[in-house]
């Protein structure tokens, strides 16, 4: 583990390998996290989705490791790039792509489309379209769980490019100084927009950025959704056990532009290809169940049909769900 500060210390148990139930739940989660966004894609390209649409493939593994050392009562919350989030919080796909959509289906009511979406009852707060708004907002949710004297932990997502925004460093102070229980998780795709993180941090490891407020971190595979489920189990016991927030980096990649309009010049074909042969953490832990006996070639590609029609049904309740009713507008509003 490469450390930023005092980071948790092993308990001494070595982990618990993941049964096989465990391990084809985060396969089937990946997998449909992958066929989703391949499906979002191609209805984006026949103009059903308007607005920003910013697909995950590649970083499957990343919330799914995360997801997966959660309980029920956690809560999580998200930048833009989210479609991933909100499936591994078990939010119904229809209603995901239904928003998508713009229709009454969606969880937003069609409101919020992309990156504005909700689920009260799966304790997903967002979707924030707002470079680095989620992070303060996470730490508030943080503190909520412990003003209220429970357990529960807050995850907060953000990525490379908004590890350099100011609002993520004040939040760092107040979480260690109230020793809130927030897993902060970078997502390091290494692009952010579309500029490296060698051009835009001075400081390239990510994990680091916690240390002059003694918050510890950790630099985790993040295309290996085994080492992510490790890293996530600490960090959670690391926060339940009153320690205060932690950082986890994610190192990630994804395969496609920062959105659905961006050709992504900025990277060479062959660094996508070296990624999407060597490292795809689908087809890595494809890999791993067949070699451990613990699936057949067979019995993944009936997985992968079945997760085909989930996302069909999916599209095809996207297209026919009403459009919201104008009235909608004055829903939900503060005045």
């Not at 919080?89 to 919020?112: F, I, Q």
């Not at 979406?117 to 412990?146: C, D, W, Y």
């Not at 490019?161 to 020793?179: H, P, R």
């Not at 002059?212 to 993040?222: A, L």
Request: aromatic share 8%.
């Amino acid at each position: 583990m490469a450390k930023a500060a005092s980071a948790p210390r092993a308990n001494g148990t070595p982990a618990a390998k993941p049964s096989k139930q465990e391990l084809l739940g985060y396969y089937r989660t990946m997998l449909l996290i992958r066929r989703f966004e391949e499906k979002a894609g191609q209805l984006y390209g026949m103009g059903l989705i308007g607005g920003f649409c910013h697909l995950y493939i590649g970083q499957e593994a990343v919330v799914v490791g995360v997801q997966a050392a959660l309980s029920e009562g956690d809560k999580v919350i998200t930048a833009y790039r989210d479609h991933g989030h909100m499936l591994s919080t078990g939010m119904d796909p229809a209603g995901v792509m239904a928003e998508l959509t713009g229709r009454s289906g969606g969880y937003s009511k069609g409101k919020g489309g992309s990156m504005h979406m909700f689920s009260r009852e799966k304790n997903f707060f967002g979707g924030h379209g707002i470079v680095g708004a989620q992070v303060p907002i996470g730490t508030g949710l943080a503190f909520a769980n412990l003003y209220r004297g429970t357990d529960r932990v807050c995850t907060t997502y953000f990525g490379d490019g908004a590890a350099n925004q100011g609002q993520v460093y004040e939040s760092f102070n107040m979480a260690e100084l109230w020793k809130l229980p927030v897993i902060y998780v970078i997502e390091n795709n290494q692009y952010a927009m579309g500029t490296s993180v060698e051009r835009s941090s001075a400081e390239t490891h990510l994990f680091k950025r916690g240390s002059s407020f003694n918050i510890p971190g950790e630099q985790v595979d993040g295309m290996d959704v085994l080492a992510v489920k490790a890293a996530a189990d600490k960090a959670v016991k690391w926060c339940r056990e009153g320690n205060g927030p932690i950082i986890l980096e994610m190192k990630t990649y994804r395969y496609r532009g920062h959105s659905m309009s961006d050709p992504a010049k900025y990277r060479t074909r062959e660094e996508v290809d070296q990624y999407r042969e060597k490292r795809d953490p689908i087809d890595h832990l494809r890999a791993t169940l067949v070699e451990r006996k613990l699936a057949t070639e067979e019995e993944l590609k009936e997985l992968d049909k079945e997760i085909r029609g989930i996302v069909n049904h999916a599209a095809e309740f996207a297209q026919t769900s009403p459009e919201p009713d104008p009235a909608e507008l004055w829903t939900e509003v503060v005045h």
